[in-house]
């Protein structure tokens, strides 16, 4: 299973990862439009990020969250209704949403940000799934 | 499957839905069965919207024009109005899937309700309908089918093999997709053969369940609206709308809609385990904390708690749910109540043998077909529960009117050659369940008198098998020719009124304000239980305008709710009345102040309660309440708590020393008589209507109802 890692201690919370991410699948250099989120919280970085646990799956009502051949949980949007529960029952915080698109949004561990990071905080890894 | 004639064919353009409104809506009239049908589209004005708001209300506006004052319900004339509200269809927040039916009912011969889930109201507004009305009667069964996507309205003949639930659901599922994905985005009204004899007639309406790949069906159950669809010769109504997106109700604001529901998510997250469990266990999880409080029915409303309910608590039930499904009636609902039993085999029956998912039982059902009958095995209701869908039976009068047939058994009021060889004592799983069956083709002349109903049955009983009547009037457990649901009010006073002071008979949706009133003891008033059942009818039938579930309402609260407010206040749940106001005014784009609410609610509240009067009804005389809902009317129901009665008596200023049980009953009801009258006078009072119950001009006035119609029928009685 593939998904991305951060790594808290290396984060200086610049907000490089956010802006290539939102501009990469927004189109528009907006953090809340963002696949990840770094915040600052009292000096140090509060990362979200989808891990990829996958809990979303069984709550959406309409089937329109699976994992791909990757072990990444992608969204069908043509599926989806925007109901946002998979927000709401997300254990990590890391499905996000905007009005100004259909569906919620999630990472989907495709490195973009891994670039863009300049100190290295970030890196998609791959779990084998165990036995 | 059957073949399907095409005997009508309208187009229309599907109106676009603006800030929740489509601002039309649909009638079809199938004549007198004279084969000729007609279609046609009218416009909702601004002052329908500002006067009605939506579902129930547009429901009885519309209906009013339909009818007159002497209409019955198997009148061509009458007909079923289904309307979900401004709301209806929003994904963002949970349960706003919620649709009104409103129809004369063949019970009570005045204006029903009857509320379902379901996909049929979110789909018919992105059809381009606020409403859709069916009137008249066809000569041979129809469907009626509304394709969303085309613009166009169908009426086919068809003679199914089975005219049952679950079959015609399953069939019109597979007949209007063009594939597996597509079954989705159609939505099934249906009925069933009891309903062609039975006034109990359910309506059901589908969703597609993707995981379980199979069609469920959510009720309106009461009222007798699937004996109206029947009666009509309607086999289902169907509407398809594909790819919905939710943004169809085109909200004034997305960003607030999105970010109320996903708060509401989150919230019914982290509390519904440690609050109502309705993700694992559905309403069912009441069974317990009703019978810790002596509320459960328990054989006919004699008592209130059974050494047997671990048989069926909320463990019992959580074991026979299936686990972890998004178990929501409409898109967006976390609270997922709408369980589901998967693999069960029937065990009696036509369907014998077949393994079926039963959607349910809920706490109406568990305790109807269940308790109230003296039967604590979770297998038999779950049985009861897929015929009493499959055949359209409401299972709230369905159980609460053989819990009567049982009594009236017990008592030797009718025997076993009345029942045509059944023993019908409470707990008889096996000849309570043939009596289900035997009512689902009316053969049978003892089943087609049950299927009439608890005030029907009083008189066949008494004029036909010699039952005394006047303990058939003292037991019978019902208001305005409806059936009471699952709560036992005895010991509430004010819940007296929450059920038998309602618009349309005693059913749960106007107030539940037991734990207020009798465990709490935030009431202790008259004017006080007065205003409780002013304040909660009115908030509540809001739900009903807007097309909106309670249950996200309070069975979740905010973790702080009890912390921030007290008593009452807490009661209302104020963060989710919030809620509400801001999901209203973020589809409408029209600021509500929950003053306004109530206002909105009050109108149509009153205008129900003079249609009612137009039909005959509405006055004080109507609004009867058997013995049996104030107090214990036999002695083994005194002495199973003979203290607590004793105290009951002393709190009224009668000494119980040296009584026989018999006197202290009969003191305690005409203590109680009393306080009724006191408490309709008071609620009267607060309601803005006379003395005899009929709204005053002031208050019609007052609400901007004063129309000449509504105005000419309650001046004579002014």
């Given at each position: 299973m593939k998904f991305l890692k951060p790594l808290l201690d290396k984060c200086v919370m610049c907000g490089a990862c956010m802006s290539a991410c939102s501009k990469a699948w927004a189109k528009k250099d907006d953090p809340e439009m963002s696949r990840i989120s770094v915040k600052n919280v009292t000096g140090l970085p509060d990362i979200r990020v989808c891990d990829q646990c996958g809990g979303c799956i069984a709550v959406c009502p309409t089937m329109a969250l699976q994992r791909d051949k990757n072990g990444v949980v992608q969204i069908d949007r043509q599926k989806c209704t925007s109901c946002l529960i998979c927000v709401g029952f997300c254990p990590s915080a890391s499905m996000f949403f905007h009005a100004d698109t259909d569906s919620p949004f999630k990472c989907v561990a495709c490195g973009i940000c891994v670039k863009a990071c300049p100190e290295g905080a970030l890196s998609v890894v791959e779990q084998k799934k165990e036995g | 499957m059957e073949q399907m004639k095409l005997l009508a064919e309208w187009k229309y353009t599907p109106a676009k839905v603006h800030r929740g409104y489509a601002r039309q809506y649909l009638s079809v009239d199938l004549g007198k069965k004279d084969g000729v049908f007609t279609c046609e589209t009218h416009p909702v004005s601004d002052e329908m919207i500002e006067k009605f708001t939506g579902g129930r209300g547009f429901g009885l506006r519309i209906l009013w024009d339909k009818v007159?004052?002497?209409?019955?319900?198997?009148?061509?004339?009458n007909a079923i109005i289904i309307s979900g509200g401004p709301v209806c269809g929003i994904t963002q927040y949970p349960g706003t899937g919620k649709t009104y039916s409103v129809f004369l009912s063949p019970l009570t011969d005045q204006t029903y309700n009857s509320n379902a889930g379901g996909y049929f109201g979110p789909f018919l507004k992105a059809s381009g309908f606020d409403a859709f009305s069916v009137s008249g009667k066809a000569e041979r069964d129809v469907v009626i089918y509304i394709d969303g996507d085309e613009g166009a309205v169908r009426v086919y003949e068809w003679a199914p093999e089975n005219r049952n639930s679950y079959f015609v659901t399953e069939a019109l599922h597979d007949h209007f997709s063009e594939n597996e994905d597509d079954k989705r985005n159609i939505s099934v009204v249906s009925s069933g053969e009891a309903a062609e004899h039975s006034w109990w007639g359910a309506m059901n309406f589908s969703f597609y369940d993707p995981r379980r790949r199979v069609a469920r069906l959510k009720q309106a159950g009461r009222g007798g609206g699937g004996t109206v669809l029947r009666d009509k010769k309607i086999i289902a109504l169907v509407v398809k709308k594909r790819d919905f997106s939710g943004k169809e109700n085109d909200p004034a604001d997305l960003a607030s809609l999105q970010k109320i529901g996903a708060k509401l998510h989150l919230e019914i997250r982290q509390n519904d385990d440690t609050q109502s469990l309705m993700r694992k266990v559905g309403t069912a999880h009441l069974n317990l904390v009703m019978n810790d409080y002596d509320l459960l029915p328990v054989n006919n409303f004699k008592f209130?708690?059974?050494?047997?309910i671990h048989n069926i608590d909320p463990d019992a039930y959580e074991k026979l749910f299936t686990q972890g499904y998004a178990d929501g009636c409409w898109y967006g609902c976390s609270m997922a109540c709408a369980k589901a039993v998967d693999g069960y085999e029937i065990a009696t029956g036509p369907d014998k043998g077949k393994k079926v998912t039963v959607d349910g039982p809920e706490y109406e059902t568990a305790a109807s077909l269940g308790s109230n009958v003296g039967i604590f095995d979770p297998l038999w209701t779950i049985e009861t529960n897929y015929y009493a869908d499959h055949y359209a039976l409401d299972t709230i009068s369905l159980g609460t009117g053989l819990a009567f047939v049982c009594e009236c058994y017990e008592l030797g009021l009718i025997n076993k050659e009345h029942t045509n060889g059944l023993e019908l004592k409470f707990g008889a799983k096996d000849d309570l369940l043939e009596l289900i069956h035997r009512m689902m083709d009316g053969k049978d002349e003892f089943a087609a008198a049950v299927g009439k109903g608890i005030r029907k049955m009083k008189e066949i009983f008494s004029e036909k098998y010699g039952a005394d009547r006047s303990v058939m009037e003292r037991i019978g457990m019902e208001g305005q020719g409806l059936e009471v649901s699952q709560y036992r009010c005895q010991e509430s006073v004010a819940q007296w009124g929450g059920y038998f002071l309602t618009l349309k008979g005693p059913q749960h949706d106007e107030a539940w304000v037991i734990f207020m009133d009798m465990v709490n003891k935030q009431l202790p008033t008259f004017e006080d239980k007065a205003e409780a059942l002013f304040y909660f009818p009115n908030f509540r039938l809001w739900f009903s305008l807007a097309g909106i579930c309670k249950l996200p309402w309070n069975d979740v609260e905010p973790s702080d709710n009890r912390i921030r407010y007290r008593g009452i206040e807490a009661a209302k749940v104020p963060e989710h009345v919030q809620n509400y106001l801001d999901i209203y005014t973020a589809v409408t784009g029209k600021p509500l102040s929950k003053e306004e609410m109530i206002l909105q609610s009050e109108r149509v509240y009153n205008y129900e309660r003079v249609f009612n009067l137009r039909m005959g009804k509405g006055t004080r005389e109507w609004h009867n309440i058997p013995d049996r809902a104030l107090g214990p009317v036999f002695p083994d129901e005194w002495n199973v708590r003979a203290d607590y009665f004793d105290g009951r008596l002393r709190e009224a200023g009668i000494a119980p020393e040296g009584l026989p049980v018999e006197e202290k009953i009969v003191k305690l009801l005409e203590y109680r008589r009393k306080e009724w009258e006191k408490l309709v006078d008071a609620v009267y009072k607060r309601r803005g209507w006379n003395a005899n119950g009929v709204p005053t001009l002031e208050t019609l006035k007052r609400l901007g109802i004063d129309f000449p119609e509504v105005v000419e029928v309650v001046k004579p009685h002014q």
């Open positions: - | 007159t004052p002497s209409s019955k319900w198997n009148d061509a004339e209130g708690r059974s050494e047997d």
